[in-house]
């Protein structure tokens, strides 16, 4: 069926196109159901076209790469550290040995950038511990074990039966961290995967291809240098 819309008059009042004579004033509900209606409909992507996922994950490449270039070259000081939930203030990080590679296949006949990666170590720059209560410490051995941080582990106070009622982390190992950049052609998409990228433990986004811009790539580098960035913000919407 095709939907008529309503014409605003001087006066604030609606008339039919083709209709000179002004209507009282319809309902404001009326509008929101439209509206409603309207955005119960699965919003089309922008581009669907697998030239622009190739595009965006070839852009992303070239940047990572003067990214790790620059890493290397500089060996640099996070202005924050990642953070773990279980460590109450995380101190600077040394990033090194970063690497970029990539990865092509086939799509109906033509080769397209599957993926690409960022690998780096980084290391806090001042002893970080995360000392915790019994309770926590399965819990964090775990989040650390899923996420390959290497640490070492102390009980730190014991009770009368030689049971442990606190122990420490110590994170002072390079810690191995990661970004892959994937191409869903299926899904007209882009899958962002990180472990220890910004944070410790492993986050994944997925965002249309026409969000991949400049400015974007430009936050993603600011966000592993623990610099102030829009990162979260560019790729919750």
Known sequence: TQQRTLESTQDGA???????????KRSSALEMLRRQGTSAQPAAPKSESPARIDQALRSTMKYLSEFASGVNAASPNTERGYELVYLAKAPPMQLTDA?????????????VCDHVILKFRARYTQPAVAELAATDLELCRRLLDGARVPFEFQVTKKNDFGQPLRGAFNLNAPIPCEMIIRGDYEGSAIVIEMLNAGKLGSTQHRISPDQVTDHLIDEIGKYLLGAPNEFAKLVAH
């Open 14 to 24: 609606a008339a039919l196109p083709g209709d000179d004579t002004a209507q009282p």
């Open 99 to 111: 690497f970029t590679d990539s990865r092509n296949r086939k799509l109906r006949g033509d080769e």
